[in-house]
Each structure stands twice: as C-alpha cells, then as structure tokens.
C-alpha cells in the first residue's frame, strides 16, 4: 500500500454546505478548526477547502451546480429537512471545555459530556454531540480509559 502524501491523513471526509464559506467562518471559530486551503470559485463559491483540526483533515464544498457538476448530489441536512447526511468524530484533548467553548460560540449541544465504558475489552471515552449551522452532527472526544492487555 502506498502512504498518503505527508499532508494528508490516511482517511478524511468532505462535507458539504448550502453556504460554505459561512461553514467554514462557523467551524473556524466555534470548533476550532484552521483554514489550510480555500478555492473560490464564481461569486464566492466555495469550490474546495481544507480544514485541519491536530493531524486531521476534512474538506468543506458548496452543493449542487457550479463547477463541479459532479457534486450536484451533495447536500446539505438543511435541505433535507434537518436529515443527518453523517456524523464527524474528532479527538480533543478536553472535552469539556471543547464543549464549553463550542456551546459558548453557539453551537447547539445535542448530548452533553459524559463518559461511555464499552467494558475492560474496549475502554471508554468521554464525548459529546453538537450540531452544526446547517444540520450536521458531530461528535468530540477523548480516550478515557484504555482498553486492558489480555
């Protein structure tokens, strides 16, 4: 298998936006994430964009027409009637006070912190639940038990 580039993490996922650039201000600000690369395109579309958040890596676009009209089966929860398209998950070395601050910025908080043990076999993590300007759900969270060695 070949290694991705130096840049790029082995996985990452693209999420779309009837407003993208909106998007990307609200990600910036209210999770923390930072701007690597930003195309755009006619007035002002968002044709691509990179978002880093530690090594992770996601990409932000604009849905429907435009450039790219291969993306016109793109969409945006809004335009579904608020039906989640997926759910993100990011690792963060504080969950609550990611969640303070995300809250704190306007994010509307679906699940609050807590701790899941999934049992001695698989740990347990702490995360919580927000929702996104335009509908979709992600999920923060932090190793808060390692599973035990056989």
Same mark, same amino acid.
């Given at each position: 298998?070949? /290694?991705?580039?130096?840049? #790029? ?5 693209? !999420? %779309?936006?009837? +407003?993208? =650039? @909106?998007?990307?201000? #609200?990600?910036?600000? !209210?999770? &923390? %994430? /930072? !701007? *690597?690369?930003?195309? /755009? ?8 964009? /990179?978002?880093?958040? =530690? ?5 932000? =676009?604009?849905?429907?027409? &435009?450039? +790219? ?18 759910? $993100?998950? !990011? ?15 306007? @994010?509307?908080? $679906? ?7 999934? &049992? ?17 759900? #992600? #999920?923060?969270? *932090?190793? @808060? ?6």
């Amino acid at each position: 298998m070949t /290694e991705p580039h130096e840049l #790029w993490p082995r996985i990452s996922s693209a !999420v %779309f936006y009837d +407003d993208a =650039g @909106a998007a990307i201000d #609200w990600l910036c600000k !209210v999770f &923390g %994430f /930072e !701007v *690597r690369l930003k195309v /755009e395109g006619e007035g002002g579309r968002i044709e691509h964009s /990179e978002l880093t958040f =530690g090594d992770g890596v996601i990409m932000i =676009g604009s849905v429907g027409q &435009g450039a +790219d009209a291969a993306r016109v089966h793109c969409k945006s929860p809004r335009s579904l009637g608020g039906a989640n398209t997926q759910s $993100l998950c !990011v690792y963060v070395d504080d969950v609550d006070a990611h969640c303070q601050r995300a809250r704190d910025a306007g @994010a509307q908080i $679906l699940r609050e912190p807590a701790t899941d043990d999934y &049992g001695d076999e698989y740990g347990a993590n702490r995360s919580y639940e927000a929702l996104d300007l335009e509908g979709h759900h #992600w #999920w923060f969270m *932090r190793v @808060a038990r390692d599973p035990k060695a056989p």
